[in-house]
């Protein structure tokens, strides 16, 4: 970890080299060649096709497109970056930011590539990537019960190094192995564990990160401030994370999962409803998930809706099961639904998974196909009608909706323990669930890709009357450019609270928009749903 003298030494020294760097640089008129000449005056050990990828470079499509989860920014329309860079070393971070401003091109920052919008790998103004795959080192201290991830690995790599290090430890992040640690942290990070432990910004206890001058910062020097902005306000707006240290939590050596399907035929509208009063109230070590999607062809009059029941106990299935009848019997949960297993092998469970899946698993960044999807997110105060799922159904029923899904997960615990202001994350008490909507295509429709973003908005404004509203709760995580977004970066800070401002960070975005202003005043990491300046 670097001292504060390291950090200025080198930011001296940068600095001087910067000097030469500009006077060449912008005697070049193509800003590739400007880029990366600038960096290879800084540091030579950048190497083409292996730590800098141009579009000559012959594996520069793979690299950009290895890095895309959401197909729809995969299209040969979508704007490419004139430069990848992929730091074999911690080092080579800085002189990206500094040769970005030099050349005046937009830096876009990737961990794991799974924004919804495409952020990380996408600009409308000319760009390069700063791609942090190699980065992914995990040093796990079982005796602290703490770890240092850098921002390049996946939630799956950190669950299986900690399962490998201890059976008791986990921690509380996605549930998806895919995800990057450096994106997924940034914006609050939630999974089966948030109703014992909350978010995984909720358990990160220092950061390191490269500011917009270069230097590297942990959270001494970049002092409390910027320390709580980067735990949730959303990546990119603030610097570059370059590692987490986060807390380790508790798990049982096993844990009990099960799944129990019912259609409408088997009261899944009353059961959902019910759902809806109790599960942010169960005992903390049950999560338990309603998803629902439509089963079945519309066309032979055999559709219908199954809502999956998708639960994890942290306890053995002697003390679910009582757990169970006392607060919803109507369920009709037996123990033969019920598998024990390690909270690692649980993940693999949540991602269909069979008990016999090798741990190993967990590591490979290939394991989810990946699709063309739209997604939105909203927060629940209060149940929704029993008679307002019917309307739901209805949309379920149309075309479009052939690969839709929606998931209601429970808050209660401690999530409504925090305060709304601890992180930059803001809904906790007083919400008793978060939904997220997704609808999904595939390619052979993506040529009526509209037709599906049009459903996923109908289905967006009948919620609009059962959810939270102004501001309408929406989650950072799950990015949603139809909430708006800034104008090339020249959104004023009213304009953007107005809009998506308030709806992802509410009472916290002012304090945000402070923080930027001084880490940040020229603001030069921006994108589309970056923090303003005040
Ligand atoms: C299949 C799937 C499943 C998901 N499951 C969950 C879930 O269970 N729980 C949950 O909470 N969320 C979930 N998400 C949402 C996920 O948390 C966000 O998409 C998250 O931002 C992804 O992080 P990333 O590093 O993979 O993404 P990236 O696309 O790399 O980054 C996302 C944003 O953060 C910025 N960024 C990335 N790395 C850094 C860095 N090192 N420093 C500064 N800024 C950075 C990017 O520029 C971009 O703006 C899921 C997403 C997908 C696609
Ligand atoms: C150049 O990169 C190497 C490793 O990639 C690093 O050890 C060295 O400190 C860097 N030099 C400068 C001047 O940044
Ligand atoms: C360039 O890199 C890609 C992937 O990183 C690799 O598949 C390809 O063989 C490399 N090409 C050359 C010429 O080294
Ligand atoms: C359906 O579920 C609700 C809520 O759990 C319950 O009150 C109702 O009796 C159930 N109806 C039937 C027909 O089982
Ligand atoms: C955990 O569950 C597995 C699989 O059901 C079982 O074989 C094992 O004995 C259990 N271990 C403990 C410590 O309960
Ligand atoms: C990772 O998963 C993919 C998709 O299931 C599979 O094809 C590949 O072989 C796996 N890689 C490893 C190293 O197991
Ligand atoms: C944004 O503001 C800058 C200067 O403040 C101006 O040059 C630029 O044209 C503006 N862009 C848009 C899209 O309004
Ligand atoms: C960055 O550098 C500028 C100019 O040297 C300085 O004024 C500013 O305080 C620095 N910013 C930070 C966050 O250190």
Redesign the pocket.
């Known amino acids: 970890m670097s001292t504060p003298s390291i950090a200025l030494l080198f930011h001296l020294v940068s600095i001087s080299i910067f000097a030469i760097a500009s006077s060449s640089s912008h005697r070049t008129a193509d800003p590739t060649e400007a880029f990366l000449k600038c960096l290879g005056l800084r540091n030579h050990s950048f190497v083409p096709n292996k730590s800098t990828y141009t579009r000559r470079d012959s594996g520069y499509s793979t690299i950009l497109n290895l890095g895309i989860n959401n197909l729809r920014f995969t299209s040969t329309s979508t704007p490419k970056p004139l430069v990848i860079v992929t730091p074999l070393d911690e080092s080579q971070v800085p002189p990206v930011v500094q040769c970005a401003k030099d050349v005046d091109l937009e830096i876009r920052i990737r961990s794991g590539g799974h924004d919804y919008e495409g952020l990380s790998s996408v600009s409308q103004l000319p760009f390069v990537i700063l791609d942090l795959m190699l980065l992914r080192s995990i040093d796990i201290d079982v005796a602290s019960r703490t770890a240092w991830v850098q921002s390049g690995a996946i939630v799956g790599e950190l669950y299986y190094k900690i399962a490998k290090a201890s059976p008791i430890l986990a921690f509380p992040a996605g549930v998806c192995p895919t995800i990057g640690i450096g994106g997924h942290l940034a914006g609050g990070a939630y999974g089966t564990l948030l109703r014992k432990y909350g978010l995984g910004a909720d358990n990160v206890i220092d950061a390191r990160i490269v500011d917009v001058n270069g230097s590297v910062l942990d959270r001494k020097t970049m002092g409390e401030d910027l320390f709580w902005a980067v735990r949730g306000g959303g990546g990119a707006s603030f610097g570059i994370i370059l590692s987490w240290k986060i807390k380790l939590v508790q798990v049982p050596?096993?844990v009990t999962v099960f799944t129990v399907t019912r259609t409408l035929q088997q009261n899944a509208t009353g059961l959902i409803y019910k759902w809806q009063n109790i599960a942010h109230k169960f005992d903390t070590n049950l999560l338990m998930r309603a998803i629902f999607n439509r089963i079945g062809a519309v066309e032979t009059g055999d559709a219908t809706i199954g809502v999956y029941f998708n639960s994890v106990f942290l306890g053995g299935v002697d003390k679910l099961l009582p757990l169970l009848k006392k607060s919803f019997p109507e369920l009709g949960v037996v123990k033969e639904d019920c598998?024990?297993?390690s909270w690692a092998q649980s993940i693999l469970n949540f991602n269909g998974f069979s008990i016999n899946e090798p741990l190993e698993t967990l590591q490979n960044r290939s394991i989810n196909p990946r699709r063309y999807f739209k997604a939105k997110s909203d927060y629940v105060t209060k149940p929704i009608p029993l008679s307002a799922f019917q309307g739901i159904w209805n949309l379920f029923f149309e075309k479009e909706a052939t690969g839709a899904v929606v998931i209601f997960t429970p808050y209660g615990g401690k999530m409504k323990d925090i305060s709304k202001s601890a992180i930059p994350f803001p809904y906790r008490s007083g919400n008793i669930y978060s939904i997220q909507h997704l609808v999904y295509w595939s390619e052979e429709e993506n040529a009526k890709a509209e037709n599906y973003i049009a459903w996923m908005r109908k289905l967006y404004s009948y919620f609009g009357a059962y959810v939270s509203n102004s501001p309408r709760a929406a989650y950072i995580n799950y990015k949603d450019l139809d909430l708006g977004q800034n104008n090339l970066g020249n959104t004023s800070y009213n304009e953007a609270n107005n809009r998506w401002g308030a709806d992802y960070f509410n009472g916290n975005f002012k304090r945000l928009a402070n923080v930027k202003t001084l880490v940040d005043p020229g603001n030069f990491f921006k994108n589309e749903l970056s923090i303003p300046l005040l």
């Open positions: 050596k096993n598998t024990e297993m």
